[in-house]
């Protein structure tokens, strides 16, 4: 009977220095973690105008696992572009999934060319990579241009790159 309530003894000591333990360890780390540019996606006649694009998909080149960061998505705005952290290029291919536009050669490609570096955030959030983009190449099959508007991709929750597409209007037949 001494063992048994030995062991229980150890368990309860066990469990409270536990609870102790973790209700000191709070996270004064409020912040996003994350350092990943924001494109915006723009009309390039009325460029203060948001767009929604629709039946679109975008997903890395030479990515090391699944880089799918948008599948057939349906009125899209705005989308994350993580750059990788062991290069100083990451490229993404936005592909049409419109009947009219869904041929592999109406695709575009984005390629950000950068340079991380690590960024000590606090003693709480810890350290991080944040981003400066040096250049931005596309293609203009369907897309017409691609601004970046903030270089120097850090966590705060900014857009940093726009992404322009000529929309075309329809008149409305004249009687």
Request: net charge negative; with cysteine; glycine share 4%.
């Amino acid at each position: 009977m001494g063992k048994f309530l030995r062991n229980i003894a150890k368990s309860l000591t066990l469990s409270a220095c536990c609870c102790l333990m973790s209700g000191c360890a709070s996270d004064g780390c409020v912040d996003n973690r994350s350092s990943i540019p924001l494109a915006q996606f723009y009309s390039y006649d009325a460029q203060e105008a948001a767009l929604s694009v629709d039946s679109i998909s975008i997903f890395g080149i030479g990515q090391p696992a699944d880089s799918m960061l948008l599948d057939s998505a349906v009125a899209v705005t705005q989308v994350y572009l993580p750059l990788r952290i062991t290069h100083d290029t990451t490229q993404y291919v936005i592909r049409y999934n419109q009947h009219n536009l869904s041929l592999p050669r109406y695709n575009d490609t984005l390629t950000f060319i950068y340079r991380s570096y690590p960024y000590f955030a606090s003693i709480d959030c810890g350290a991080m990579y944040n981003f400066e983009i040096d250049t931005c190449r596309y293609t203009r099959n369907v897309l017409d241009s691609v601004a970046v508007t903030v270089p120097e991709i850090t966590n705060k929750n900014v857009e940093s790159v726009r992404i322009f597409y000529t929309v075309q209007t329809t008149e409305p037949d004249e009687e």
